[in-house]
């Protein structure tokens, strides 16, 4: 295949333009589009058109959470890493993983949980607005359903989009009934890239 | 979905254990096997068991750097942080990433490339044993791709899978036509994830 020659600052333009000519007669909701295009443009992979999920209020949500510097929780450091941080910067937010925490492995272990459980709860605590992101681990998702029910934490946003096997979609299916509103891949796909997509195509609306 | 209730020590092995069943009577080489399952374990896409391609010695040469206490470059902080620090601190190993250092971002600006292509070249100063990542940009595969030929850089594996649009795939192609030892997702998709992925795979063989 023949290289084609374009300056590094607009290969994403160029991207996005393709992603649009082959999305060809599929209509995406328009408030959500460029979310959508963003998870393509991570992945490759197509088949996130047909397959993400947006509670009514998700996007709306989402935004008003960044505009008031909202704290951006993660279940894993790769998706916290793949958050811009200088664009969250300008709107005055944070980025968080518990999951190198020393405290949440000790909760673990005693809990026979995942580490990524306990994340959650400690999550609990996290005052201001608060947008979680789940991109790996289904068991985070599980326990933040039951913590979103119990009435225990109240996320403006939850981010959705555990990848694999044990669990997943369920996992899914579960935060989709909770009273929250939610951003979701349904079926096994996701990815920490996927979660970190979606904070930045929130964040790029506000900030580019 | 009916929840499935497991151990988190065992969530990994039911994972792999699903994914053999699905791959069914797909033929995969045996001594790649386990980097395949755990590329399609981190993005729950089977796709990657017909689109991967591994150089004839690109295993064995892996291995052997790793053994030697090698040194992974990835061209994300994303890439970096999914590599198992833990495992690879076990066999001597370092991981390193050039994206946010701030001489790389003055070199671009003034060559007019990406950070990606920067890092490649500052790669060349590398001393030991050394296996590169390349799981987001096709400009820092291309560039690897002409250091090699031009005998400026002799990686002992470097891994392929960048994702995206626009020049993924002939970024690919040029590695593949390289003297060097590869392992690349064919196509378009690709990204940080596997990148890493594949590296712990191979960290996995020796330290698990």
């Known amino acids: 295949m023949k290289i084609e020659h374009i300056a590094p600052a607009d290969i994403e333009k160029r991207s996005m333009e393709i992603i649009d000519q082959e999305l060809g007669n599929i209509t995406l909701p328009e408030d959500k589009r460029d979310i959508i295009k963003r998870v393509i443009h991570t992945t490759a992979d197509f088949e996130f058109a047909r397959t993400m999920r ?4 998700a996007v709306a949500r989402g935004l008003d959470a960044l505009k008031r510097g909202a704290t951006i ?5 790769m998706a ?3 958050i811009s941080a200088v664009s969250l910067k300008k709107l005055g937010g944070q980025k968080v993983c518990y999951m190198a925490d020393p405290e949440i492995a000790a909760i673990a272990k005693k809990n026979g949980s995942t580490r990524a459980t306990a994340s959650m709860d400690k999550a609990c605590d996290i005052e201001g607005p608060l947008i979680i992101a789940i991109g790996n681990a289904p068991t985070a998702l599980l326990r933040l359903a039951e913590l979103i029910e119990a009435d225990q934490i109240h996320p403006d946003l939850v981010i959705g989009v ?3 096997f044990v669990n997943v979609i369920a996992s899914k299916e579960a935060i989709m009934k909770c009273h929250v509103p939610y951003i979701v891949a349904t079926g096994r796909k996701g990815g920490s890239a996927i979660a970190a997509a979606i904070c930045n195509a929130l964040i790029y609306r506000l900030t580019r």
Not at 73 to 77: A, G, I, S, V
């Open 162 to 164: 555990p990848v694999g």
């Open 73 to 77: 929780l993660t279940d894993t450091n």
């Open 54 to 57: 947006f509670s009514d209020d």
């Open 80 to 82: 916290c890493t793949g």
